[in-house]
């Protein structure tokens, strides 16, 4: 199972970005998807996560500033963020827990990664 991110960048204080996840392989499903992110000096830390059934989780940091959604069908999830602020710069990982067939006990699959820096 490979997942790979896109749509980091530089961004000014207050702007917006979009992260998008594709996640491909030996996937028989998928039962969450999440976005991570792990700022300079700092342990990663969960930023939002959804699950196959639309049910949502955000770090208090974000709330009502990012949002996480998923497309059951493709296998993608996103992350919108708006209103972003200078300690919102980290690298943004995206990950899945995936069932890789009828039997698996499921098992948690990781991006390399996409940075996103909030600076004027």
């Known amino acids: 199972v490979q997942l790979a991110e896109t749509g980091g960048g530089l961004v000014q204080p207050g702007g917006s970005l979009r992260l998008s996840c594709v996640a491909s392989g030996s996937i028989f499903s998928i039962y969450n998807m999440a976005w991570n992110r792990q700022a300079p000096g700092k342990q990663r830390e969960l930023v939002a996560r959804?699950?196959?059934?639309?049910?949502?989780y955000y770090a208090d940091s974000v709330k009502g500033r990012f949002t996480i959604s998923m497309d059951n069908d493709k296998d993608t999830v996103d992350l919108q963020m708006n209103r972003l602020e200078p300690e919102d710069t980290a690298v943004y990982y995206c990950?899945?827990?995936?069932?890789?067939?009828?039997?698996?006990?499921?098992?948690?699959?990781w991006g390399k990664g996409t940075l996103v820096t909030v600076s004027s």
């Open positions: 990950s899945a827990g995936v069932y890789i067939d009828a039997d698996d006990d499921g098992d948690e699959y």
């Open positions: 959804i699950t196959n059934g639309g049910h949502k």
